[in-house]
């Protein structure tokens, strides 16, 4: 901001027409920024710079050579000037006056019936401090018309970037996002590693309403000027509107988006009219064939219910709320616009499989991507599931089952962080709901025995089923010699029975599955203690 007014300008005035200059005509150009009363000896001590000080010289009436230190005090203090009213001195001292001459701090003599009122008037309605306020108010306007316009997070960052010298970007918290107003400016950032750094090099300001952080505006320089204050502040109250707003928007949009969702996984929509009718509110094209695929956090719920501080529950939902938008950036990025809902833990996709899209393998891409990504950033792992494809969006709920069942079935046996097809669970689909029953045991045990004890005969045994009984097959999988594998085999048999007949063969892999769904299939129970005799 330029300098409005100066000490020639002020004597220039009308007010002060009758004001005589003392001394110090050469500091005529030093800058008024502020006026204040002074009557204390050590009022240098409480200056900032810039101001004009009015005094009768009452302290000095008994000492005036005293005035000599005062003046050297304003000199160093970088005050504009000196008002004195010779009110108990009849002159200003001499030596004083040749001191101020020689700083060049200049000394007007104030007339005795001029009111400080009007001095004060003066230099408040034309220093500085009206032009910040007209200079906050062109920023507000700015800033607000960026935001009415509908600029978000991107046209923020570009119009702070107008105003101070340096590149700027914006951290957003919530989406993990890195808003650039300078291409290149600054370095890529995609891990929560590579933005603990971004923060830790570069000068940044935190943007947040009480506990809840938004983001960080970063500097890739210290601003220059000294008006940059003003600007940061005002892009902050703009960056705050804007959240609000979008956050707003979203969570009206979101209601009514979750809520035609649920109806189609619940099969609470009874028409395909009205089904067609409502996506296309969304703009979405629900005609096609559809699979439910469902993205679901390993452990929240259980997180969720322990005790936890404000803080921690805070912390948490931050971490839910960035893998949702994680799940919907990297999902919409490989199968274009497709419905979803939110739950309290999981994040439900209603994806359109293309022609000629191999699916499985781009979703495999997918939750590779988006599981990594949730590792580093947070301490939480997903388990993701994938129902059959349907050839009509009135088939959702099926898909949808399937895909909650896959993660129920797979998880608690086989743990989490993983991606389960509902179509590769085969047999498991039927196996699953008698895995955790006394009869499976029984039926593992006598058709396993020990056999799980020895890790290389099971291991091998396993081989053998994968590969359809062939001997041959099965050592080129383990990587041993064919005889290696007969004799094996011949040892398997001896604690399982004869293995040839197909019925046989079907029962052992019956069982190997049911071990795979609930491992404690095939450890032998612990003895029943023996009950005490009542005598």
């Known amino acids: ?50 101001e004009l000080l009015l005094s009768t010289g009452y302290q000095f009436r008994d000492q005036p050579d005293d005035f000599d230190d005062l003046v050297m005090a304003l000199h160093k203090a970088g005050a504009a000037a000196l008002g004195f009213k ?18 060049g701090l200049p000394i007007l003599g104030l007339p ?8 004060i008037r003066i230099v408040i309605l034309r220093t500085d401090e009206v032009e910040s306020i007209r200079f906050s108010e062109s920023v507000l306007r700015s800033f607000t018309q960026v935001v009415a316009e509908g600029g978000g997070a991107d046209g923020i960052v570009r119009n702070l970037m107008s105003f101070l010298n340096t590149e700027v970007c914006f951290l957003d918290a919530i989406s993990g996002r890195c808003f650039c107003a300078a291409r290149g400016g600054f370095s890529p950032v995609s891990s929560a590693r590579e933005k603990k750094a971004l923060l830790s090099r570069h000068y940044h300001e935190r943007l947040g309403l009480g506990n809840t952080t938004y983001g960080h505006f970063i500097f890739k320089r210290w601003p220059e000027g000294s008006a940059w204050r003003v600007v940061l502040e005002h892009a902050k109250t ?14 009206v949009e979101a209601r009514y988006r979750d809520e035609f969702v649920q109806d189609l996984i619940t099969r609470n929509i009874r028409y395909r009219e009205e089904l ?20 679901d956090i390993d452990e929240y719920k259980r997180r969720f219910g322990q005790p936890m501080s404000k803080r921690e529950t805070r912390e948490l939902e931050e971490s839910r709320q960035r893998i949702y938008a994680l799940c919907k950036q990297e999902m919409r990025a490989v199968f274009r616009e ?20 191999d699916f499985l393998s781009r979703l495999r891409v997918v939750a590779e991507v988006v599981r990594k990504k949730v590792r580093s950033w947070t301490d ?53 709901p008698i895995a955790d029953g006394m009869e499976a045991r029984k039926f593992c045990m006598r058709r ?17 089923v994968r590969c359809g009984w062939n001997q041959r097959e099965t050592a080129r999988e383990l990587q041993v010699h064919y005889n290696t594998v007969r004799y094996r085999y011949e040892r398997i048999c001896e604690l399982t029975g004869d293995l040839s007949a197909p019925e046989k063969q079907v029962e052992i892999s019956v069982a190997l599955h049911l071990c795979r769904l609930n491992p404690d299939l095939c450890r032998p129970e612990a003895p029943t203690p023996p009950l005490r005799s009542s005598h």
């Open 380 to 432: 939480f792992t997903l388990t993701v599931g994938c129902g059959d494809e349907k050839t009509d969006f009135m088939g959702c709920e099926e898909s949808y089952e399937e895909a909650r069942r896959a993660i129920e079935i797979m998880r608690p046996f086989c743990g989490g962080n993983a991606l389960y097809f509902w179509e590769e669970l085969g047999v498991l689909t039927i196996l699953s």
């Open 238 to 251: 703009a960056m705050l509107f804007s959240f609000q707003r979008d956050i707003a928007a979203r969570q």
């Open 1 to 50: 901001m330029a300098i409005s007014l100066t000490v020639r300008e002020l004597l220039t005035s009308q007010e002060l027409a009758e004001t005589e200059l003392i001394a110090g005509a050469g500091g005529l150009d030093r800058p008024v920024r502020s006026v204040n009363v002074m009557e204390a000896p050590d009022i240098a001590r409480w200056l900032r710079g810039g």
């Open 86 to 103: 010779g009110r108990f001195l009849s002159e200003f001292p001499p030596h004083a006056k040749d001191l101020a001459e020689w700083l």
């Open 448 to 464: 396993l025995g020990g056999l799980k004890e020895d890790e290389q005969l099971f291991e091998t045994l396993q081989a053998l």
């Open 276 to 295: 067609l009718n409502r996506g296309r509110q969304f703009g979405w094209d629900l005609s096609g064939s559809v699979r439910c695929v469902i993205f």
């Open 112 to 119: 005795l019936e001029l009111p400080y009122s009007d001095i």
């Open 338 to 357: 497709c419905p979803y809902s939110t739950m309290s833990d999981s994040i439900i996709f209603l994806v359109t499989p293309e022609r000629n899209m």
